[in-house]
């Protein structure tokens, strides 16, 4: 055992326990160490914004170096902080309307082409898909299974008709398709989940106690 | 014209962010340089400031009225004024007109940040192995046939991922692979065709002015 | 209580325990465990490593502490290939959190490479091999904006220097000079990169995921629209094993320590489901 006598790693280790007793019961050390989390990242938060983006992109060039029209921006943002006040509460919309319309145009042909276009385009029984699982002349039986995959699973999800008949039948094996993807999914969860607890055991007995190298 | 000068906005700023797409001319990358560069990153700054003014007033209102845990409130206000201060003044590794060094303790905000957010944030989420194991043994049962298929598939994903898979047969790995190469990229994709198609139509609503829930509830 | 309703009574404490020892004790008496490389690692490993000369490996690092333990294993294993093949690295985030940890990991290698290195050119130096760009808010902006001039977005890096009077930044004006972008991260940014700058201006993407999104970014995996992908701790782990077993890079292997705890736990939670199932269908026969 070698024992770390940093006093940081003895903070750390103390707030890792603090959090940990909540799997007891909810307890004051677990109530404080919350509190703490939200705090000290507010308090980093607000360091990036000053040092990263307000000063060196706002109000350095518009007072140094004389960049005046971008004063604009800055009236408009600080238009944020009229929501404290009843009266001019409604000019909040203006940046929110800015930057939030910008972002929402921006994502439609974004979503369009990587979501839809792309992914039809990995779909479709094409030569090009076939050859991609470089599996030789298998490369067609797995890309005619994801076909079949994906329409089936559209076809579960299409509700304005009664799954009877075909639709019934291309439905249910869309069901078994989403079974597997949800069981994959539970299977990769469960190891991510882990992993986070490996993790802080792996500080608490290796970087704290020293009991693994 | 306290809604319509909003709803103009959004429509006429989401047309600029749809023209790059579309055009590359230079006066039109110009523009879209301008709206990005000297406006849109200013005025986001300020969003961040302003959640983190509610943040404050929220318990700041607590302590005064001294609701249930208020003594905690001190405990986050506090906090964040030392942080802030520490980094504000003392710069982002040191460096500022606040010394963040007592002979070789060194407290500026990069070591405050890997020695109290890191730890905090990396175990709260650490607990969620332990609920998911508890979870998982209280509700995962194979009630049907689909429940059933969707256990076992989890099950071999569990052992297959793993190098203990590999070790009960050489196949197993690539059979994981493979289910998530076919079932469930074709499970997955149909499900996103149907969300890419809701967010587009979500997103048009937004900038046509038919969906006006942002604009919150004062007239 | 019928012998079965233990069965489905277990109390969560016991849960709680059991899963911190089957965690704990093989990290006490360790085993070593070789991963076996599959395609979306060895993938992006390739890519990574046909980066040519003239063109650099971005690496946005968009994980916070929340899924560090499965992500900074990646970032690591990443930063030891680029350095030790004498790629040339521009790290950025498009959040805040998660610029701390982009340092933390770029110090740790480049400390590793300088205890090593016996002269200036083997040396890691901050400015000629790599540059910490920074945040800039909101990520919309390093996105598009990157597409047109990188220096537009990044005009001093996090340090506050001018990004164009670095070394490493010379010739590097926009995504034609990026050879690829490796996206670590704990939520959608991978997506972002994808939707906004590889449609736009068809830059390569990678991506180092949590396990937790494999599942739903497998599809653009298969499309092609990543490179390559690391998934979760398992996907750092192979990456572990490429860097060490290709490159004979050596240093901490955190993802490939964890392998044998992972086995263990996976194994308790499903002893668990199956306990919980057997008294489920006994009591449904009663």
Redesign the interface.
Known sequence: MNTSFDIWLWVSAFLTLCIFSFLYKDNPFYKFAEHLFVGASNGYLVTIIWHGSLWPQGIRPIFAEGNWWLIIALIIGMLYFTRFFPRTSWLVRIPIAIVMGYGTGAAIPATIQADIMRQIQGTVLTPQNFARWNAGSTGVIWTVLLFIGVTCTLSYFYFSREHKGVLGVTSRIGIVFIMIGFGAAFGYTVMARISLLIGRIQFLLGDWLGIIQ | M??R???L??????????I???SQYPVV?NV??F????????????????G??S?L?VHYDKIRRHRE?WE??W??????????I???FG???GGGMLPTSIGS?VFN??????????????????????F???A???A???RSL??T???????????G????G?RISHHL?SFV?W???????????????????G??AT??K??LGIEQK???G?K | MKGFEYLLKIDRRIIYLVIGVVVILPLIFPTVERVRVMAPAQSLFNAVDSIPEDKILMVDFDYDPQTMPENEPMAIALLRHAFQRRIKVAALSLYVQPLALALKALDQVTEEFNARAQTSADSIIYGRDYVLLGWQPPPIVPLLEMGISISNVYSTDYYGYRTDSLPVMQGIENFNDVGILVSISGGNAPLWWIGYSQVLYGVAVGAGLTAVSASDFYIYYQTGQFSGLMVGMKGAAEYEELVESRLRVPGERKASEAMPSLTAAHLAIMVFIVIGNIGYLMRRRT
Do not use: H
């Open positions: 306290k809604k000068i909003p709803l906005l959004v429509l006429i700023f989401g047309i600029a962010g749809i790059p797409y579309y990358q879209q340089s709206i990005r560069n000297d406006m849109i990153r200013i005025i986001a700054a300020f969003a961040l400031v302003l983190l003014g943040l007033k845990n905690y409130s405990v986050l206000i506090l906090s964040f004024v030392v942080t802030a520490i980094g504000l710069g982002r590794t303790f905000i990069q070591v405050i940040y890997e020695n109290v957010n890191v730890p905090l944030g990396s175990t709260m989420f650490a607990l969620l192995a332990f998911m194991a508890s998982a043994y209280r995962f049962r194979a689909d429940a298929l969707l256990l076992v598939t989890a099950f071999i994903v569990m052992l991922v793993l190098p203990l590999n790995p692979q289910i998530m190469d076919i079932p469930n990229v074709a499970s997955k994709r149909g499900i996103g065709f149907g969300i890419a198609l967010s587009v997103a048009l937004i900038l942002w604009l919150g004062t």
